[in-house]
T-cell receptor
Framework: SQTIHQWPATLVQPVGSPLSLECTVE??????LYWYRQAAGRGLQLLFY??????ISSEVPQNLSASRPQDRQFILSSKKLLLSDSGFYLC???????????FGPGTRLTVT | GQQVMQIPQYQHVQEGEDFTTYCNSS?????IQWYKQRPGGHPVFLIQ?????EVKKQKRLTFQFGEAKKNSSLHITATQTTDVGTYFC????????FGAGTTVTVRA
């Protein structure tokens, strides 16, 4: 069966520090992968998606970047965090084309 | 671009009562999905509707896709405390767009 991992689960970082969040998927190959951000009590904002290694599409211009160095690995990064980067970051993989998405447990990021 | 609107934003329900949450898209959708996020958790896929007018049931949850494939509803009967959480619809034309969600609280 397929599983999706994210780490760390929680993170507190100072403004201006770098960020690296990792997401890995097991049990499937060549999945579509997604990064979302959720502000407290709000909906899901799509940040990036990837249909294959090295292929990244950005949905919202911002302080973040994404990379996909391996088929089942998706990384979210920032060189310098802003206060507004705080939130709940969720990685998801998509089953098939226009299929359902399965989310990882998420990383709660607080920028202080 | 595609926009998906959900109403109400909050739903406070007495245990045992029924309620409905609605989802409307600005464009015609190829399918619509529903997810549930428990407090402190991550969204979990519930169901996908594809056909015009489709109705699917999962125990006390009834999902419906509109005839024009631009709206959907989720109806929960006999609400229980386990129904607490935020329910998101996600409309799919060329990509998935999530609504803002309906957050449900239950009074015992």
């Amino acid at each position: 069966s397929q599983t999706i991992h994210q780490w760390p689960a929680t993170l507190v970082q100072p403004v201006g520090s770098p960020l690296s969040l990792e997401c890995t998927v097991e049990g499937t190959s060549n999945p579509n992968l997604y990064w979302y951000r959720q502000a407290a009590g709000r909906g899901l904002q799509l940040l990036f998606y990837s249909v294959g290694i090295g292929q990244i599409s950005s949905e919202v211009p911002q302080n973040l970047s994404a990379s996909r160095p391996q088929d089942r690995q998706f990384i979210l990064s920032s060189k310098k965090l802003l206060l507004s980067d705080s939130g709940f970051y969720l990685c998801a993989w998509e089953r098939g084309l226009a299929g359902e998405q399965y989310f990882g447990p998420g990383t709660r990021l607080t920028v202080t | 671009g595609q926009q998906v609107m959900q109403i109400p934003q909050y739903q406070h329900v007495q245990e045992g009562e029924d309620f409905t949450t609605y989802c409307n898209s600005s464009t015609t959708l190829s399918n619509i999905q529903w997810y549930k996020q428990r407090p402190g958790g991550h969204p979990v896929f519930l169901i996908q509707l594809v056909k015009s007018g489709e109705v699917k049931k999962q125990k006390r949850l009834t999902f419906q896709f509109g005839e024009a494939k631009k709206n959907s509803s989720l109806h929960i009967t006999a609400t229980q405390t386990t129904d607490v959480g935020t329910y998101f619809c996600a409309g799919n034309d060329y990509k998935l767009s999530f609504g803002a969600g309906t957050t449900v609280t239950v009074r015992a």
